[in-house]
């Protein structure tokens, strides 16, 4: 009997390691895709999968495999030109449900940000490894230092502007302050004629999208700022100080628009 029970060790442990092998192999294509900007990395997902991304760490994001497989072909265009890639350290796998978990530390080049919380979860399913939940953490902002020019320009848009704010902008917006942060120049503004509880913020969060992309890429000056590295951020509140929206217009969004 201990003879059975060696062996079932043995081959059980053997077939653990081949897997854990593969599992890795599997990881390091990833990887390599990625960071090649491979749209058919999007092959690599099940279907079913469950993909969870937590920004600054509160605003959590949650996708199905469909619609991330039709994101990442959406954006990977523009995540080549700003040359979006990822290192990842500390990379474990280990047994977890009916496959493994692969934990790492990620690291943003285009963030300027180290240790970012990442798991992929992997499966068999038909024969082949794919993702069955991905989760990572990220940032909106830059972390990266501006360049002097750079940082010169925002304090000079920055100043110039508080001299007149608070500034009405229309009959329900006013823009309260202006700050910069890293490359980030940040309009604080609030809509003071409506309470969030009235609205469909929904709504209102892709209409600001919308109409902070406008305002931002169809300014010659704007775009120009932002084509040289700074993030345009336009933070929202209703008239009791309570979030609607944050518009981030990031460098490479105004020059993708006219591709």
């Not at 053997?14 to 990881?27: C, I, K, P, Q, Y």
């Not at 304090?155 to 500034?167: A, G």
Request: glycine letters at 6%; proline letters at 2%; hydrophobic letters at 35%.
């Amino acid at each position: 009997m201990r003879f059975f029970t060696l062996l079932f060790l043995l081959i059980s442990t053997h077939a653990l390691a081949n897997d854990t092998s593969e599992v890795r192999a599997f990881f390091n294509e990833y990887v390599e895709r990625s960071n090649n900007f491979d749209v058919d990395i999007a092959e690599l997902y099940s279907s079913n999968a469950k993909v969870r991304t937590l920004r600054d760490g509160s605003e959590s994001i949650e996708l199905n495999g469909s619609q991330w497989k039709a994101t990442i072909r959406k954006v990977m265009p523009l995540a080549e030109r700003l040359d979006d890639v990822s290192t990842y350290t500390d990379v474990r796998i280990d047994p977890h449900g009916e496959g493994y978990r692969v934990t790492a530390l990620r690291s943003s080049a285009l963030k300027c940000k180290d240790g970012l919380g990442y798991h992929m979860d992997v499966e068999l399913e038909g024969g082949r490894w794919v993702i069955v939940e991905e989760f990572q953490e990220t940032i909106s902002l830059s972390q990266c230092e501006p360049s002097e020019e750079l940082a010169a320009t925002l304090s000079r848009v920055s100043d110039t502007l508080r001299q007149y704010l608070p500034m009405d902008l229309d009959a329900d917006t006013r823009l309260e302050s202006v700050e910069v942060e890293g490359t980030a120049l940040i309009y604080n503004q609030r809509l003071h004629t409506v309470a969030a509880s009235e609205l469909n913020v929904d709504q209102v969060e892709t209409s600001l999208k919308q109409i902070g992309v406008q305002n931002a890429c169809g300014d010659a000056r704007t775009s120009n700022l932002i084509d040289e590295g700074a993030t345009i951020r336009y933070a929202t509140v209703d008239r009791n100080g309570e979030r609607l929206a944050t518009v981030d217009i990031s460098p490479g969004i105004c020059s993708a628009l006219v591709q």
